[in-house]
């Protein structure tokens, strides 16, 4: 492992917001990965700012005037069907304004994320379109349940956002960087339909998708939040735990049930723990209208999917 990682990996460890098992997990995934994307440097600069009471639209400009490809991202999304805006956003100052803070905050998570990866050595082309279709799907259901159970606050109804669209950003760092162990995880697929993917990752590495993600998420300083619903996005919480647990959890299980998603790369279904219901105080009678909104906001959102894959 080379001296910056390590750096950084006595870093996420020491992390205030790393829980102790995440702690532990991201301690032996370091030593199996050779390099984490690094943000765009204005990301950091976005998320300082944003948390401070004081910041102005012009702020937030300002920052991201340092970044014109980011910032011509941010503006494609502003701009998309799915904010609905109805004139031309044209810089990031109006889209403050108009969007507010909280929404182009997470517009800049989503476009970092896509910028980080797309400079990557990927998967194979329709791996990577399933994949950000899965992940885009249980971004909007995670804002959809956010915006219904009104146990959130504006802000976390973006927060959702970003933590559906981040959920299985672990699988990537496996395609690209565990190449050998990815082909044991098919071929422990193929022999256990029993086993979920998540469950063959462990088998195999002994650290899973969740783990890398949340192992990415502590180290881009993203709210704890959003690390603990992608750390733990496959398990079973005790009833009441923790929301955001259940509302990634949820939200993964009703992504999946959308019928663009193409079987081969999904294999084997992992569990829907019941409880999830129950921790977000919904009735599982709620499935198909929450389907059916799924569908109806995902039609606007194809240019999430687009910016993911470079184009
Ligand atoms: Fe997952
Ligand atoms: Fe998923």
């Known amino acids: 492992m080379n001296e910056t990682l390590l750096k950084t990996s006595k870093l996420l460890i020491a992390s205030d917001h790393a829980d102790d098992r995440i702690r532990r997990k991201m301690k ?4 199996h990965i050779h390099s984490l994307p690094t943000p765009p440097s204005v990301f950091h600069q976005i998320n300082e700012v944003i948390n401070n009471p004081d910041t102005s639209a012009y702020d937030v400009a300002n920052i991201m005037s340092e970044d014109p490809a980011l910032t011509a991202k941010v503006l494609r999304l502003t701009n998309s069907a799915f904010y609905g805006v109805s004139r031309t956003v044209t810089n990031v100052k109006q889209a403050v304004l108009i969007l507010g ?39 909007i259901v995670a804002r959809i349940i956010a915006r219904q159970i009104r146990i959130t606050s ?33 071929k422990a697929l193929e022999r256990d339909q029993a086993l979920a993917e998540y469950g063959a990752e462990i088998k195999v590495l002994g650290f899973s998708h969740a783990d890398i993600g949340a192992c990415l998420c502590v180290k881009w300083n993203l709210p704890e939040s959003i690390c603990r619903a992608v750390a733990f996005h496959h398990e079973e919480t ?59 906001e995902y039609a606007g959102a194809g240019i999430f999917v687009n910016l993911a894959k470079g184009l």
Not at 112 to 131: T, W
Not at 155 to 180: N, Q, R, T, W
Not at 288 to 296: G, P
Request: charged share 20%; net charge negative.
């Open 28 to 31: 032996h995934i370091v030593s």
């Open 101 to 139: 803070l909280e929404v182009v905050k997470s517009l800049v998570i989503s476009a970092s994320v896509f910028e980080m990866f797309s400079r990557r050595e990927n998967p194979d082309a329709g791996y990577l379109d399933y994949f950000w279709r899965h992940s885009l799907a249980t971004a």
């Open 154 to 186: 504006l802000p976390e109804i973006e927060v959702a956002f970003s933590a559906g669209l981040l959920h299985d950003i672990g699988k990537l760092i496996i395609a690209s960087e565990l190449k050998d162990a990815l082909l044991e995880i098919k």
């Open 238 to 296: 005790l009833a009441g735990s923790d929301p955001w647990i259940a509302l990634v959890h949820l939200s993964n299980h009703i992504g999946h049930q959308m019928d663009f998603l193409d079987n081969r790369y999904y294999p084997n279904h992992s569990p829907l723990y019941d409880t999830s219901w129950a921790d977000l105080n919904l009735s599982p009678a709620r499935m198909d209208r929450l389907v059916d909104s799924l569908k109806a």
